[in-house]
């Protein structure tokens, strides 16, 4: 970024606040300040937080672009790119491309060569993270869940040996069923519902899923959710059962491969089921 205020050529990614309207950079500012084009999920949003923060639209374009126009809004920026102009881009509330119509935007910048910036900032996935109180080492964003119980708990049901915390979105109204289709199929994980993140009613329940389904079911909150649940308990496998399951494996596919699919499925280190792979092919 030049000191003239003048922004790069090309797209900028931007964050927004998912709550505090003090939560922007000053980088982001600087971006919706000096950008020759802005577009937004919701554009009475960002002429908002733009007025809080006493930046001035001056005439520049506002474009909208959300999942319902996206492929009509989307020639026009293109456009603005390839005549040299300086895009910014902000999702409704934080980080943009995160469970946010602006990735095709993103995909189709990049396809035609045009420079991609980001200006990080909020993440409604982070903060949650961050009070949550379950293990961050490893998680997994999976968004929104489908709406329909049967496509939910088949869902639930492939994520269930994932080796970290789940992180997912809902709206209160499917809080609920998700908590009580999530207790059936995971069982009694460690989970944390995070409501309302970095707002004046900011608030954090906590317990195992059973706990929560009732909890909520009996009370339901308001406002934005994200939902934490814990990785599966992995019991320990004994040998004879990795054999077994190498078996199979290695009569179906490569050596690399029964390893991969062994060792995800079992929660066993890779090194130990590898060294065993390698036991059984060269045993006569």
Known sequence: MADSGAIEAGLHLVAVPIGSARDITLRALDILRGADVLAAEDTRSLRRLME?????LEGRPMIPYHDHNGPAARPRLLQALRD?????????????????????LGTAARSEGATLRAAPGA???????????????????????????????AALRDMAAIPGTLVLYESPKRLAA??????????????????????????????DLPDLATRVAEDPPRGEIVLLIDRAVQEEVSEETLREMLAVELEAGSLKTAVKSVSERTGTARKLVYDLALSMKDAP
């Open 52 to 56: 809080i923060h006493g930046i001035p």
């Open 84 to 104: 040299g102009k300086s895009v910014a881009y902000c999702s409704e509330a934080g980080t943009p491309l995160i469970a946010d119509p602006g990735f095709q």
């Open 178 to 207: 998700l908590l009580s289709d999530a207790a059936e199929v995971l069982g009694p994980r460690r989970a944390a519902v995070c409501r309302e993140l970095t707002k004046r009613f900011e608030e954090v329940l906590d317990g």
């Open 123 to 153: 993440s409604a996935v982070l903060a949650a993270l961050c009070v949550g109180g379950l293990p961050t080492d490893r998680f997994f964003f999976a968004g929104f869940l489908p709406p329909k119980s049967a496509a939910r708990r």
